[in-house]
Nanobody, 113 residues
């Protein structure tokens, strides 16, 4: 069973930056399409960004130009660089392997002054 572990969350002021990491176990990481989701307080989980096995990326409109998803297959890790953070980015962030119900425990991101 593949396991996912997110890290890198925290409290940051509006306009600040954070870099989230998601480490995956196993030896098939390079073949996975990886996704970052987030769940704001009291809301449903929403897709934030996707990166294909070949490195193609896709973002939800509200984070385009501010967030960057990337991957390091040698480290079995996917990243989410978040810049120009806004209070509405506050959420628990999760990574996921596309077409699976595999989730990590999540990492809390709070954007507040």
């Amino acid at each position: 069973q593949v396991q996912l572990v997110e890290s890198g969350g925290g409290l940051v002021q509006p306009g600040g930056s954070l870099r989230l990491s998601c480490a995956a176990s196993g030896n098939m990481f390079s073949t996975y399409v990886m996704r970052w989701y987030r769940q704001p307080p009291g809301q449903l989980r929403e897709l934030v960004a996707t990166i294909g096995s070949g490195g193609s990326t896709n973002y939800r409109d509200s984070v385009k130009g501010r967030f960057t998803i990337s991957r390091d297959n040698a480290k079995n890790t996917v990243y989410l660089q978040m810049n120009s953070l806004k209070p509405e980015d506050t959420a628990v962030y999760y990574c996921n392997i596309q077409f699976t119900n595999l989730w990590g425990p999540g990492t809390q991101v709070t954007v507040s002054s």
